[in-house]
């Protein structure tokens, strides 16, 4: 099976701007979550959806989002960019059943704000 | 707030030696953990889980043990490799579905 996915693997964007994110999980996967990794935050949960729905969301701004298509691809948007939200925007996704699941990951996007 | 933390961020081993990667978690209901190895470059690649039913798992090379009486994690690697130089993260499940908080994660680096 193909891995998780990731469009595009980098970016770079001005303050003020928007983004938007892609991810495709691993074939017959239904969860896809989002994280954030910095250097000095380290991994943050962002959000997951499961079934085109939210199931679960992090300690963010409403300027992040995400959705879930019905094939299970994922997008997160990011509005009025800041130079804080520069960072590896990483998904993970697994069968999404609900029990002790192993999460894979994606090889990120990598977003410069300048 | 729930917290994973690791006791050491860098850990600098011989090759050939075992390895010994520590992480605290807060939550006592945690119920689920695991481990990744991140390269530079990717994003984080599974090695081993544990239940919280638990207290010791082996894979290949790989051994993670649970103490949930003082909530502590622990990742062996035998016989340590060049390939194994990377960061490594622990991960703990709180409640159901896929919300995980990670440690701020440790650098091995193993020395030819």
């Known amino acids: 099976k193909a891995g998780v996915t990731q469009t595009p693997r980098y970016l770079i964007k001005t303050r003020g701007q928007q983004v938007t994110l892609s991810c495709s999980p691993i074939s017959g996967h239904r969860s896809v979550s989002w994280y954030q990794q910095t250097p000095g935050q380290g991994l943050q949960f962002l959000f997951e959806?499961?079934?085109?729905?939210?199931?679960n969301k992090g300690n963010f701004p409403g300027r992040f989002s995400g959705r879930q298509f019905s094939n299970s691809r994922s997008e997160m948007n990011v509005s009025t960019l800041e130079l804080g939200d520069s960072a590896l925007y990483l998904c993970?996704?697994?069968?999404?059943?609900?029990?002790?699941?192993?999460?894979?990951f994606g090889p990120g996007t990598r977003l410069l704000v300048l | 707030g729930e917290s994973v933390g690791l006791h050491l961020p860098t850990l600098s081993v011989q090759e050939g030696d075992n390895s010994i990667i520590n992480c605290a978690y807060s939550?006592?209901?945690?119920?689920?953990f695991i481990w990744y190895k991140q390269e530079s470059g990717k994003g984080p690649q599974f090695i081993i889980d544990i239940r919280s039913n638990m207290d010791k798992r082996q894979g290949q090379r790989v051994t993670v043990l649970l103490n949930k009486t003082v909530k502590h994690l622990s990742l062996q690697i035998a016989a340590t490799q060049p390939g194994d130089s990377a960061v490594y993260f622990c991960?703990?499940?709180?409640?159901?579905?896929?919300?995980?908080?990670f440690g701020s994660g440790t650098k091995l680096n193993v020395k030819p």
């Open positions: 959806y499961f079934s085109e729905t939210q199931r």
């Open positions: 939550n006592s209901a945690s119920d689920y």
């Open positions: 991960a703990e499940r709180i409640g159901n579905f896929n919300k995980f908080y």
């Open positions: 993970a996704s697994t069968p999404g059943g609900g029990a002790q699941e192993t999460q894979y």
